[in-house]
């Protein structure tokens, strides 16, 4: 069973920072891309960033600048730093690992973690 356990979420001030953290069962993570994404009420579900197995990155432009995303393969584990929160980075944060195998997508999600940014 595969699984990802979430952890870091709170409620932060406008400029302050937190470090999400979301670890893997250990037969899946490194070889396949790790990502978080995040939900508001109301609005879909949006990629904040991901770091394939080679640490390649991705950022949403919402983001760049002020999140990094990091992989720790010994840990199992992969991290979203993010600094100067504002309010609009209020959502609940998934984590996600993905793995495309010739034509078959393999996708699982963590429960989610609750960030809010409010003074």
């Known amino acids: 069973q595969v699984q990802l356990v979430e952890s870091g979420g709170g409620l932060v001030q406008p400029g302050g920072s937190l470090r999400l953290s979301c670890a893997a069962s250990r037969r899946i993570f490194s070889t396949y891309t790790m990502g978080w994404y995040r939900q508001a009420p109301g609005k879909q579900r949006d990629l904040v960033a991901d770091?394939?197995?080679?640490?390649?990155?991705t950022y949403a432009d919402s983001v760049k600048g002020r999140f990094t995303i990091s992989r720790d393969n010994a840990k199992n584990t992969v991290y979203l730093q993010m600094n100067s929160l504002k309010p609009e980075d209020t959502a609940v944060y998934y984590c996600?690992?993905?793995?495309?195998?010739?034509?078959?997508?393999?996708?699982?999600w963590g429960q989610g973690t609750q960030v809010t940014v409010s003074s």
């Open positions: 770091i394939a197995s080679g640490y390649t990155t």
């Open positions: 996600n690992a993905f793995k495309r195998i010739g034509i078959i997508d393999y996708k699982h």
